[in-house]
């Protein structure tokens, strides 16, 4: 449900939800990036054998995708989809959730190869985009402001066999650097396909950018790559935005090492700050900066409480603003929620909604939430829509309401909250508020007093013109 200038509590979800969401802290979410349940076998030599033979594709035409909304303001918040999305639903199921990411415009990103689409180009030369264009098809019906992420890559770039592709190695491969260029080529390659998409993150997470004999990212490794990424991009469209370094920020709970950033939420892993200091240095330009990362410490908890661990999103927002000269910073990836946390969905749904507070008043410009769908029915912890049933889950309203109430440049406005467990967030015409507690809780706020059930987040006009 999407807020409107009246009141509106969030629908709260009719089922209790038992296990939470399991978060790495250095490197995020590699248990939820593997594309393909299939068993792949690997070479003694540690080579690729591959598990999934190319075959022959006939050539398509490129999709017609309609141009992204005019709209007056970027819409600032979005979604990443994975490899169950919408357009594996179906078809009344997917007609509900084009109607869910169409009623307010939002940004819409897919990978180029894994997270719901194959190899695009499983030989030199041989392209397949059948999958890619399927999912550029369904946001651009569905109102998208269309981001492509260029992760990952086809195996014969990685060391392996042209026309096959093991996906047990998709996500923790990076492209040799003798193939940087064939990579830059299939960038340039995946933007003629596409005209309509103006924004590009170049690769996910560092993956396969780990110096193992130094203990730290390959951060010169990347940035040859990102560089050879880029100008290739900006010669089919100087308009295109290409943003890097993907960087996976992870924290301790105590004084662990020497950092330049820390709060009370923890300790930022310096080498991840290194990492993107090196690639800000080197370079050939960027039009964003892009990281992502989890409020949850390498033990796995969220310091000092769960909502104030949100607190280290802002502190990295203004320090990557602060090193970068002000580029405008985007979060490919967040997580709040530590494995095996016991949270039910009003819980999970209020600290997502503390943390897109964080994120709107640190000046984030764009923030994309990793959509959790999965294939069948069943519960679906933190997902937009019930799987294979339809109907729409509480994460959807909460992101409908901050990409229409604040997009990306919104001015902010000060609002008096009398209770501390009460947080919240306001523009002229609109704010919204968030019960951090498991009980209910009366507050007065902008002189009315309003109460609050148990983590209930509440909408409520301000009477603006």
Same mark, same amino acid.
């Given at each position: 449900m999407i807020p409107t200038d009246g009141r509106h509590a969030r629908r709260r979800s009719p089922w209790p939800i038992a296990v939470g969401a399991g978060i790495l802290a250095v490197v995020l979410v590699a248990g939820i990036m593997v594309y393909t349940s299939m068993h792949s076998?690997?070479?003694?030599?540690?080579?690729?054998?591959?598990?999934?033979?190319?075959?022959?594709?006939?050539?398509a035409p490129a999709p017609t995708l309609e141009a992204p909304p005019m709209l007056d303001s970027w819409p600032r918040w979005g979604v990443t989809h994975t490899q169950y999305s919408a357009d594996n639903e179906p078809a009344p199921?997917?007609?509900q959730a084009r109607g869910l990411f169409g009623r307010v415009p939002m940004v819409q990103n897919q990978h180029i190869m894994?997270?719901?689409?194959?190899?695009?180009?499983?030989?030199?030369?041989?392209?397949?985009?059948?999958?890619?264009?399927?999912?550029?098809?369904?946001?651009?019906s569905s109102r998208a402001v269309p981001v492509i992420t260029l992760c990952c890559a086809p195996d014969w770039m990685k060391g392996g066999q042209a026309g096959r592709t093991d996906w047990s190695k998709n996500h923790t491969v990076a492209p040799e650097p003798e193939h940087f260029d064939d990579f830059a080529a299939l960038a340039a390659r995946v933007a003629r396909q596409y005209p309509t998409v103006k924004h590009y993150m170049v690769w996910n997470e560092f993956k396969g950018f780990w110096d193992t004999t130094a203990n730290q990212?390959?951060?010169?490794?990347?940035?040859?790559?990102?560089?050879?990424? *880029?100008?290739?991009?900006?010669?089919?469209?100087?308009?295109?935005?290409?943003?890097?370094? *993907?960087?996976?920020?992870?924290?301790?709970?105590?004084?662990s090492g020497t950092s330049e950033l820390s709060g009370s939420w923890g300790t930022v892993d310096q080498r991840?700050?290194?990492?993107?200091?090196?690639?800000?240095?080197?370079?050939?330009?960027?039009?964003?900066?892009?990281?992502?990362?989890?409020?949850?410490?390498?033990?796995?908890?969220?310091?000092?409480?769960?909502?104030?661990?949100?607190?280290?999103?802002?502190?990295?927002?203004?320090?990557?603003?602060?090193?970068?000269?002000?580029?405008?910073?985007?979060?490919?990836?967040?997580?709040?929620?530590?494995?095996?946390?016991?949270w039910n969905e009003d819980k999970r749904t209020a600290v997502q909604a503390a943390a897109l507070m964080e994120f709107a008043r640190s000046g984030v410009t764009t923030a994309l939430y990793w959509n959790p769908q999965q294939k069948g029915a069943g519960e679906c912890p933190g997902c937009l829509w019930t799987p294979n049933e339809g109907g729409e889950l509480p994460m959807a309203g909460l992101l409908s309401g901050f990409a229409k109430w604040?997009?990306?440049?919104?001015?902010?406005?000060?609002?008096?909250?009398?209770?501390?467990?009460?947080?919240?967030?306001?523009?002229?015409?609109?704010?919204?508020?968030?019960?951090?507690?498991?009980?209910?809780?009366?507050?007065?706020?902008?002189?009315?007093?309003?109460?609050?059930?148990p983590y209930e987040i509440k909408w409520s006009g301000r009477g603006g013109e």
């Open positions: 076998k690997t070479r003694e030599d540690g080579g690729f054998a591959g598990s999934e033979v190319a075959t022959g594709q006939p050539a199921v997917a007609e894994g997270w719901g689409v194959g190899n695009p180009e499983p030989s030199p030369g041989q392209y397949n985009f059948r999958d890619l264009d399927r999912r550029l098809t369904f946001m651009s990212w390959d951060a010169r490794g990347y940035t040859e790559m990102y560089n050879k990424v *880029y100008d290739a991009l900006k010669k089919v469209d100087k308009t295109i935005q290409v943003g890097g370094p *993907y960087m996976p920020i992870g924290s301790s709970s105590g004084a991840a700050l290194d990492g993107i200091k090196y690639w800000i240095q080197h370079k050939k330009g960027a039009d964003f900066i892009v990281v992502d990362g989890a409020t949850m410490t390498t033990d796995k908890g969220n310091v000092p409480d769960d909502f104030a661990a949100v607190g280290k999103f802002g502190a990295i927002t203004a320090w990557l603003r602060e090193q970068s000269g002000d580029l405008p910073v985007w979060w490919a990836e967040w997580y709040v929620e530590p494995e095996n946390s016991g604040f997009p990306s440049g919104v001015p902010l406005a000060g609002v008096q909250v009398s209770d501390p467990r009460v947080k919240a967030l306001a523009q002229e015409r609109q704010m919204v508020l968030v019960n951090t507690a498991g009980e209910q809780v009366t507050a007065t706020v902008d002189g009315r007093q309003v109460g609050l059930a």
